[in-house]
């Protein structure tokens, strides 16, 4: 009886070894390949080669984003900003100076790097990280990733939203969608809310 189980442990063993020999593909991650995306991918290829992409002498996309950025680069230029509520109703209706802005845009990064306190410098004289040198000292290593505070010294996310200033210089934010053209649009009805004149 110990002779059959110590028998067919050996086989399965061995059948599980030649099954793991089997050839098998894989892509550069070690991920198995299956034959389906290995035909796709042949498909794509013989594609490309019959179709090739154009080669473009203009970018259409490149001309419209250039002239995006210098139309809105202006701090004098007069746009019309009319925030919508979620049902398309317009709340407002401003002329605004300059350009809208995300709550989200900052003058400074999001993460800094600090020195480790758990790593301990290099000695005096050598380098964090010398090609010939026996003892590397990485500097990724030597550092931690943290959140960078904003130049108020406060830390965190701002909401979600946009903000402006209007012609007269009132500084506004919003948190909706909003329509922005630099001509104004005629309105069928009135906004729902106004800026009463100071």
């Not at 001309?63 to 398309?88: A, C, E, F, H, V």
């Not at 209706?93 to 020195?115: E, H, Q, R, W």
């Not at 729902?192 to 100071?198: D, N, P, Q, R, V």
Request: proline share 7%.
């Amino acid at each position: 009886m110990k002779k059959s189980i110590l028998l067919i442990t050996i086989i399965l063993v061995l059948s599980m070894s030649l099954i793991s020999c089997a050839p098998q593909n894989t892509n550069t991650t070690g991920a198995v390949v299956t034959k389906e995306q290995t035909d796709q991918f042949q498909n794509q290829s013989a594609l490309a080669k019959a179709q090739p992409a154009p080669r473009l002498d203009w970018s259409l996309e490149r001309d419209n984003l250039i002239k995006r950025t210098q139309r809105w680069n202006d701090p004098n230029k007069i746009s019309y900003i009319y925030l919508l509520s979620d049902m398309g109703t317009v709340m407002a209706f401003f002329p605004i100076k300059g350009k809208v802005s995300s709550l989200g845009s900052y003058l400074t990064g999001s993460v800094a790097p600090i020195d480790d306190p758990r790593s301990y410098p290099p000695p005096s004289g050598v380098e964090r990280c010398a090609v010939d040198n026996a003892h590397c000292y990485n500097t990724n290593l030597s550092s931690l990733l943290v959140e960078s505070p904003d130049y108020d010294g406060s830390y965190g996310n701002n909401g979600d939203g946009v903000f402006f200033f209007l012609t007269d210089g009132t500084y506004m934010e919003w948190n909706g969608k909003y329509m922005l053209a630099d001509q104004p649009v005629k309105l069928s009805t009135q906004p729902i809310m106004t800026l009463e004149a100071k």
